[in-house]
């Protein structure tokens, strides 16, 4: 069985709350992908990119946010969906990889769940279905009757940056 939202709890840990991942549902288009909030810094409404010349189609651009230079990745476009920028209305989520931030262009950040990370499974249709390369993902995941897919952001976001 997949996990389900356990909806928000008291700041009391119990043994039971101590596996429990806090993590975001971001969606591109019909796909909902989660994040574990550890890695976010802050969510952001869209604003123009300063392009990157010689960079892939999922490389958004430049942002100045706050005096530092941000590389935006498109998460639908990385993962070889609809390009999440093309929404006017996008978000991006701020995300620190290995002492830097970067990016992630979304439609949408939908909501936060509790997710038990043991209980994500390895649904290999699912992710056929969606051609992303193994080394993003973490899982498959299940709440309220939505099925989401546990992405890593440093496994996506280090091919760009060290490049």
Not at 48 to 72: A, D, E, F, M
Not at 109 to 135: E, K
């Amino acid at each position: 069985m997949l996990p389900t939202d356990t909806r928000a709890e008291p700041l009391g840990e119990t043994q039971d709350e101590a596996v429990l991942e806090r993590m975001a549902l971001l969606v591109v288009g019909e796909h909902r992908f989660a994040v574990a909030i550890e890695h976010i810094r802050e969510i952001i409404p869209a604003r123009p990119y300063t392009p990157l010349p010689g960079s892939g189609p999922h490389v958004c651009g430049l942002i100045n946010l706050r005096g530092r230079i941000v590389t935006v990745i498109d998460l639908g476009a990385r993962l070889r969906l609809h390009a999440a920028s093309a929404t006017p209305d996008h978000s991006i989520v701020i995300v620190e990889h290995r002492g830097r931030l970067a990016g992630l262009a979304v439609e949408e950040v939908s909501r936060i769940v509790n997710v038990d990370p043991a209980a994500l499974q390895d649904a290999a249709a699912t992710l056929r279905a969606l051609r992303i390369d193994r080394a993003y993902l973490r899982g498959v995941g299940e709440t309220d009757g939505q099925v989401f897919v546990a992405v890593d952001p440093d496994e996506i976001i280090a091919p760009i940056l060290s490049a």
